[in-house]
C-alpha cells in the first residue's frame, strides 16, 4: 500500500514538473483524462467488491 502511495507521489511531482512544458489548456484535458480513468476504475473495483459481498451473503 506504501509503494502505492509514493509511486503516486513521485507520478505528481513529475507531473507538476512537466507543466511548465504544456499549456494550461493541454493540462487542463490531461487532468480531464486522469479523472476520468480514475472514476472508471474505482467504480469498477467498488462494484466487483458489492457484487463479491452479495455473493457471499447469498451462499
Known amino acids: 500500500m ?3 502511495v509514493r509511486r503516486r507521489r513521485r ?4 507531473r ?6 504544456w ?4 493540462v487542463a484535458r490531461r487532468a480531464a483524462l ?6 472508471v476504475r474505482m467504480t469498477a ?3 466487483r467488491k458489492a457484487l463479491r ?3 457471499r451473503a447469498a451462499l
Open 45 to 47: 473495483w467498488a462494484m
Open 34 to 39: 486522469l479523472a476520468a480513468a480514475w472514476g
Open 23 to 26: 499549456g494550461p489548456r493541454a
Open 53 to 55: 459481498r452479495m455473493l
Open 11 to 14: 507520478m505528481r511531482l513529475g
Open 16 to 21: 507538476r514538473r512537466g507543466l511548465a512544458r
Open 2 to 4: 506504501s509503494s502505492r
